[in-house]
């Protein structure tokens, strides 16, 4: 295949990649290193390379949307920003040394743990119970807006959630992934955050773990222009698209289409790493 | 610090961190247009030069090339190699994270909380160290 052509496929599929992720709300970097290893056969560190730029891209851009809401807890996300970051210092530190069928395997269970997360349901919850010792000494407890005003909101399990974002940094970078599903987990079950709080936290934070890996990325060769220009600018016009028209969309047909998608890689990154053909 | 006291502070610090949250949203949004509109830039002079040749990477090539450090990105794109402005592109979209722990850092100085400025300046260290050195 040409550079030419090699691009606009990319870009075509990347595209689908940032549409199907922002109106799922699952995000678009899960999908984008198994399509380039599995459908155009690149090299795993070549993918992960492109897939952070391209998570970089989609946080970012979502950043000013999201702001304007006024939920983001920018204390949480910078205290937990301390563990992820770390986390992905480490995971690009290993991602060196553990081979890439194991990495193939891992990622095969974070897709499938991926699809059984968006076929659960969250309710909206507010805990104004008693906060966590840490949470008062670092004065993570705020407040966010709903229909009927300010809402205050305590903070919750700020050990267990930090422990949780240090491996949401390792997958970060050893997948070259956003791991928002998992940072979600620790904010939305473990910290007992809002859910709206902990998607727009979330989102925060995975432009600045993915940050961390790329740039450790880039001097390891990683990141090379003709792949990773096509991923960045599909999904992030992809994603551009998807915040647009999702007030219209029906997300239940493509919560399950995307899911389905989702397992079929899956499936197909367990085989390739249990043969070790990847 | 007395309940009344520890409730103003925090009522002053959210006003202040969700104005100053806006503003570094909106730079945020600023510095992704920008990094597309470099890449795109040295896009279009890539594949008009190279977009005949044939795209392999299935095999990972280890190797020193300028376009494998910022300052080496830097020095391409000056020399308007398409490769290396693609790469700058993608540099800057890479920085914009950074830059947005960066501007949350002046937040917190501007509000003189000296636990988050010790907490972001560790975080912007981090990011900083990975981006500049490249070693983890």
Redesign the interface.
């Known amino acids: 295949m040409t550079v030419l052509a090699l691009a606009c496929w990319v870009a075509l599929g990347s595209f689908g990649a940032g549409l199907l992720g922002a109106l799922t709300g699952l995000g678009g970097g899960i999908v984008v290193v198994p399509m380039l290893t599995l459908l155009f056969h690149v090299d795993l560190r070549y993918a992960i390379g492109a897939s952070l730029v391209s998570v970089i891209a989609t946080s970012s851009g979502a950043a000013a949307a999201y702001v304007r809401e006024g939920y983001t807890n920018v204390r949480v996300g910078i205290f937990l920003e301390v563990a992820t970051t770390v986390g992905a210092l480490i995971g690009a530190a290993l991602a060196g040394v553990i081979p890439t069928s194991a990495l193939s395997i891992l990622f095969g269970v974070v897709l499938l743990y991926t699809a059984y997360r968006s076929f659960q349901g969250h309710a909206e919850q507010v805990t104004t119970g008693p906060s966590h010792p840490w949470a008062v000494r670092l004065r993570l407890d705020s407040d966010y807006p709903t229909a009927a005003g300010m809402q205050p909101y305590s903070v919750q399990g700020v050990p267990g959630g930090f422990g949780l974002m240090f491996m949401a940094g390792i997958l970060s970078a050893l997948l070259g992934i956003g791991s928002g599903v998992i940072k979600v987990l620790a904010m939305d079950r473990t910290m007992k955050l809002p859910f709206k709080v902990s998607t727009t936290t979330s989102n925060f934070m995975i432009g600045v773990t993915a940050a961390a890996s790329a740039g450790v990325y880039l001097h390891r060769g990683y990141i090379v222009p003709e792949l990773a220009f096509p991923v960045m600018l599909g999904v992030l016009a992809g994603a551009l698209l998807g915040a647009r028209i999702l007030a219209f969309a029906s997300t239940r047909w493509l919560r399950i289409v995307f899911s389905a998608v989702v397992v079929v890689l899956a499936g197909e990154m367990l085989y390739k790493g249990i043969t070790g053909a990847l | 610090m007395s309940g009344t006291e520890s409730e103003q502070a925090?009522t002053e610090?959210?006003w202040s961190?969700?104005r100053v949250?806006?503003i570094?949203?909106?730079l945020?949004?600023a510095?992704?247009l920008l990094?597309?509109a470099v890449?795109?830039a040295?896009?279009l002079p890539?594949?008009a030069q190279?977009?005949?040749?044939?795209?392999d990477?299935?095999?990972?090539?280890?190797?020193?090339?300028m376009?494998?450090?910022?300052s080496g990105v830097v020095r391409g794109a000056l020399a308007r190699d398409s490769?290396?402005i693609?790469?700058l592109?993608?540099?800057l979209?890479?920085?914009?994270?950074?830059a947005?722990?960066a501007l949350?850092l002046v937040a917190f100085v501007l509000q003189r909380d000296r636990?988050?400025i010790a907490?972001?300046a560790?975080?912007l260290a981090?990011?900083l160290?990975?981006?500049?050195?490249?070693?983890?």
Do not use: K, M
């Not at chain 2, 190279?50 to 795209?55: F, I, R």
């Not at chain 2, 979209?93 to 950074?98: C, G, K, M, Q, S």
């Open positions: 925090t610090s959210r961190d969700h949250e806006q570094i949203g909106r945020l949004q510095g992704v990094a597309a890449v795109i040295g896009a890539l594949l190279h977009g005949a040749d044939v795209a990477f299935r095999v990972f090539h280890a190797g020193s090339t376009l494998q450090s910022v490769r290396a693609v790469q592109g993608l540099v979209l890479i920085a914009t994270p950074v947005r722990v949350t636990l988050y907490i972001t560790l975080v981090l990011l160290y990975g981006l500049l050195w490249g070693r983890a």
